[in-house]
């Protein structure tokens, strides 16, 4: 324990202790402070991520709190992913982000680590790095942002960032109001305040138990969430002392505790990507059917956009995280362990639900839910053999049994250089298809799924259309969308296989995504067809591309999982 674990390699290590000493001195702790559990604070905060500019007063809380249990905190950097910041996708670096968290808590003499995260992806990247590590772990995030509001109306980034932006498209507001908006749009520091990625991975975090109850949703700016900072950084001492590791209470019931609170919250489908992943990390398996198992068996209680009407704000006065539990508590396995060192059943029995009605707008309850199914499905069918996943409640009803006429775009450039394109030969009813934009496609599979409108079609009223892709989706975006269609094109998928013009089956109650085409025809073109997609040429990028799983195994790399697989991107090369 403390400061003499785990000494540099001098081949001498009395010396390597002895020199450890004299450098540690600088830091104003003596030999016995040293002595003493070291709990290493892994920083994400940067100026490039907006979304962790204000972690300084949350660090600063969470080091009270080691200091007044015992501990000796010790701040540490690791790299911080900004979703808009970040080209092309904050998810190609996902990975990075999760072994440079990894090593540094291996490499660093620390006895637990605290995970200070945000944004997207560094949420899903500590959790996983941390599962790996295996060190006394626990989570606090920064926080969503508070509401904004433009002429009486409630925002929310980024649903309505998408949606304000689609109505500029469509000639309905003017550069005035765009840019005004624009303006309200992001009011506070904060990660995203809507039930997007960022929101929805610290729901996730909180129902498996790696962060304290309550945390996921208060307010960037409320006062509370520096009292659970330093309820944290005693909290890590406590696990420290108890020997509680994340593989204790990562476990795979936990996991299923996390999947049910995604489905009754309307999550973000890139959740699913990241629960398997980190669940990877521990050797556990956690195929796309158990999350629309699950989900037929949850509640849909969370009126949140881009599902719902609410926001975090909202959310967290109604009860957060807790009176989701509190609500579904007899699907839940409750004897888990959780960071507080109590189980979910010790953590639940004192919470009661904020009494006031207007609170059921935003969290129904289980005997009266929104719906009686979760927030996400899961497709298969042999456009997507290994699945694909929708998100109905953002969907429009129309089209959730379809089948419509294909236009193919063969890239994201493709894409962005067609669609406003008047010549375009494409109605309301067909059905737009992404193609290579999946994890080794892209690279990093970005979240370009949300396909925008043909602007023809924007000026003619129609706000939604049928989209499939390889790719992801912001869990702020909304529509009828089908993402992480497995395997991607740019490895041979399906989905490569798809011509203007094919018909595509869309029957989302029966989980089915079918192409139209007879068997004879696809291997007529699977004989013909020839990656398109060039692999990079050297670094991080020729790493990821060469051993990224693909969408329905997380996206980590093969050799990062607990039980490596081989890396299915590794066909495209071998297909030249």
């Known amino acids: 324990m403390g400061f003499g674990q785990g000494v540099t390699s001098y081949g001498d290590a009395g010396f390597s202790t ?19 559990p070291v709990i290493g604070i892994c920083n994400t905060e940067s100026e490039v991520n907006r979304c962790h500019t204000h972690f300084g007063p949350i660090v ?75 060190v006394p772990a626990i989570l606090i995030t920064g926080g969503p942002m508070m509401n904004g509001e433009y002429e009486g109306k409630t925002l929310g980034a980024c649903t309505d960032c998408r949606f304000f932006w689609q109505e500029y498209r469509a000639g309905k507001l003017s550069d005035q109001e765009i840019e005004d908006i624009n303006q309200a749009l992001a009011p506070s520091a904060g990660h995203c305040m809507v039930m997007g990625s960022a929101s929805t991975m610290a729901v996730c975090a909180e129902a498996m138990g790696m962060m304290l109850p309550g945390a996921a949703a208060v307010p960037a700016t409320d006062n509370r969430r520096l ?67 699950l989900g037929k068996t949850t509640p849909f209680l969370g009126n949140l ?47 009661s639900r904020p009494k006031h009605e207007s609170y ?75 193609k290579n934009a999946g994890p080794v496609g892209a690279p990093g599979m970005p979240e ?50 798809v011509q203007d013009g094919d018909l595509i089956e869309l029957d989302v109650e029966a989980r089915k995504i079918e192409l139209l085409v007879d068997d004879a025809e696809l291997e007529r073109r699977r004989a013909a067809w020839q990656p398109e997609v060039q692999m990079a040429a050297r670094g991080y990028i020729r790493l990821f591309q060469e051993h990224v799983l693909q969408a329905d195994e997380g996206c980590d790399f093969d050799f990062l999982r607990r039980v490596p697989k081989r890396a299915v991107g590794q066909r495209m090369e071998e297909n030249r």
Request: with cysteine; net charge negative.
């Open 18 to 36: 002895f020199l450890r000493r004299a450098f540690s001195r600088h830091l104003g702790f003596d030999d016995k402070d040293l002595a003493k």
């Open 60 to 134: 600063d809380a969470v080091k009270r709190g080691v200091l007044m249990q015992g501990g000796i905190p010790l701040e540490f950097p690791t790299i911080s992913l900004g979703e808009v910041f970040t080209t092309p996708t904050a998810m190609l670096y996902r990975n990075l982000a999760a072994m440079d968290t990894e090593e540094m808590i291996r490499a660093q003499p620390l006895d637990g680590v605290v995970l200070v995260t945000g944004c997207d992806k560094t949420t899903p990247a500590a959790l996983m790095g941390a599962a790996s590590a295996d």
């Open 227 to 293: 009292r659970l900072a330093e309820e944290t950084g005693r909290k890590i001492v406590e696990l420290v002392a108890k020997g509680i590791r994340p593989s204790q209470i990562m476990t795979y019931e936990a996991f299923e505790n996390g999947i049910r609170a995604l489905q009754a919250t309307g999550g973000s489908t890139n959740a699913v990507i990241h629960l398997v992943a980190i669940a990877g990390r521990l050797g556990i398996d956690l195929p796309l059917s158990l999350f629309d198992e």
């Open 305 to 351: 956009k881009p599902a719902g009407e609410f926001q975090m704000q909202d959310f967290d006065r109604a009860g957060g995280v807790p009176a989701v539990m509190k609500e579904i508590e007899d699907l839940l396995h409750t004897s888990c362990l959780t960071v507080t060192a109590q189980s979910v059943k010790e953590n639940l029995k004192p919470f």
């Open 360 to 434: 059921k707008r935003v969290i129904a309850t289980a005997e009266e839910p929104f719906y009686q199914e979760g927030g996400l499905v899961v497709l298969t069918g042999n456009l997507a053999p290994n699945g694909a996943v929708i998100k109905p409640k953002a969907a429009s009803s129309k089209f959730l049994k379809h089948t419509g006429r294909a236009v193919v775009f063969n890239s994201a450039d493709d894409l962005e250089k067609r669609i406003d394109d008047p010549n375009l030969d494409v109605t309301e009813n067909d059905v737009l298809v992404l």
């Open 448 to 497: 370009a799924g949300m396909l925008p409108i043909p602007s023809k079609l924007l000026k003619q009223g129609v706000r939604d259309m049928v989209r499939i892709s390889d790719c992801r989706m912001s869990g702020t975006a909304f529509g009828t969308v089908v993402l992480h269609v497995a395997p991607e094109a740019a490895i041979g998928g399906p989905l490569a296989l």
